[in-house]
């Protein structure tokens, strides 16, 4: 399989479950980043892994807890999410922090 | 308060004709510049690029303008094709920092 996978695409998920979404990139590419797409809204950009070191981390609410254990794979796990946090999840890599990104075709989370 | 803007939500072009999309930004401290494609139930797709040492970049079909004054830049689809009809984002970063930003998108629809 080539460039930037995502599981799930669709996630439903209860206030109080644990959940967690995965990106695998077969790209060779040495950064990594998770954004949120809301309706009507901007991508935003949640977090950056370069070399598997955490170098970025927009203000995001302590609810959202990444990983990244190899430059392949990226987790972003979720918990006590509340309602609003309903969105896109992208996924992208790219050769090094900031090149040309390569996106994820997205997790849909709805957060009932 | 968003940094890049992309004002037209819409715009629909008849096939063979040009497609213009506009984005303007806020920050002069910008100097790199994207355009990205996004297919419904995709992620979206590197387009063309820009730096702001230059003020066109021509791709095939696609060329994008670069107008520093006036922190604005262009995409110019010629001739138009309905395998166009996509989503469009513009995004822009300063080098050495730690984010890119995102306009909210320009739905493309090129009519056969």
């Known amino acids: 399989e080539t460039g930037v996978t995502q599981t799930p695409r669709h996630l439903v998920m209860g206030m109080t479950n644990k959940k967690s979404l995965k990106c695998e990139q077969h790209?060779?590419?040495?950064?990594m980043y998770w954004y949120k797409q809301s309706a009507k809204k901007p991508l935003e950009l949640m977090f950056v892994?370069?070399?598997?070191?955490?170098?970025e981390n927009n203000s995001v609410p302590s609810r959202f807890s990444p990983e990244c254990p190899n430059s392949s794979h990226l987790f972003l796990h979720l918990h006590t999410l509340q309602p609003e946090d309903s969105a896109l999840y992208l996924c992208a890599s790219s050769p090094d922090r900031w090149g040309e990104q390569y996106f994820g075709p997205g997790t849909r989370l709805t957060v009932t | 308060d968003q940094q890049v803007k992309q004002n037209s939500p819409s715009l629909s072009v008849q096939e063979g004709r040009i497609s213009i999309l506009n984005c303007d930004y806020t920050?002069?401290?910008?100097?790199?510049f994207l355009w990205y494609k996004k297919y419904p139930a995709e992620g979206p797709t590197f387009l063309i690029s820009?730096?702001?040492?230059?003020d066109k970049n021509e791709d095939g079909r696609f060329t994008v303008f670069l107008n520093k004054s006036a922190k604005h830049l262009s995409l110019h689809i010629v001739p138009s094709q309905p395998g166009d009809s996509a989503v469009y984002f513009c995004?822009?970063?300063?080098?050495?920092?730690?984010?890119?930003?995102f306009g909210t998108g320009t739905r493309l629809t090129v009519i056969p």
């Open positions: 920050n002069s401290m910008f100097d790199y």
């Open positions: 995004a822009a970063s300063e080098t050495g920092a730690n984010n890119l930003f």
């Open positions: 790209l060779g590419h040495n950064a």
């Open positions: 820009i730096s702001s040492i230059k």
């Open positions: 892994y370069n070399f598997k070191e955490q170098t």
